[in-house]
Nanobody, 118 residues
Framework: QVQLVESGGGLVQSGGSLRLSCAAS???????????MGWYRQAPGKQRELVAL???????TYADSVKGRFTIARDSGANTLYLRMNSLNADDTAVYYC?????????WGQGTQVTVSS
C-alpha cells in the first residue's frame, strides 16, 4: 500500500517561512521505484499547478513563481520529501500536495493547507 502523508502547513505572515514534509511509505527512492517526486498546489478556484520537482538523480525543477524562494529536497534514507518555502506571500496560499511518480503508479497525498496572511 503506497501512502504519502504531508505535514507542516499552517498560517504564516507574509514574508515568513514554512517547511513542508511528505513521508512516503510503500515506495522508495531507490532506482527500482520512484522516478520523481514533486510538490503541487491548488488555490481556491484555480487548477492544481506544479511547484517543484526532484528526479531520481536529484535534478530539480521549479515553477517561475517560486524560483529563488522555495527549495525542494529529499532524504532518501528517511523516504521523505521536503519543501522549504521562504518569503511567502498571499499568492502562495493554497493546498499543497505531494506527488510520487513510480514504477508502481502515480500517487498523491491528501494535501496540507498553507495560508499566508498579509
Amino acid at each position: 500500500q503506497v501512502q504519502l502523508v504531508e505535514s507542516g502547513g499552517g498560517l504564516v505572515q507574509s514574508g515568513g517561512s514554512l517547511r513542508l514534509s511528505c513521508a512516503a511509505s510503500g515506495v522508495t527512492f531507490d532506482i527500482f521505484s520512484i522516478y520523481r517526486m514533486g510538490w503541487y498546489r491548488q488555490a481556491p478556484g484555480k487548477q492544481r499547478e506544479l511547484v517543484a520537482l526532484i528526479t531520481r538523480d536529484g535534478t530539480t525543477t521549479y515553477a517561475d513563481s517560486v524560483k529563488g524562494r522555495f527549495t525542494i529536497a529529499r532524504d532518501s534514507g528517511a523516504n521523505t520529501l521536503y519543501l522549504r518555502m521562504n518569503s511567502l506571500n498571499a499568492d502562495d496560499t493554497a493546498v499543497y500536495y505531494c506527488n510520487a511518480d513510480s514504477t508502481v503508479g502515480n500517487f498523491w497525498g491528501q494535501g496540507t493547507q498553507v495560508t499566508v496572511s498579509s
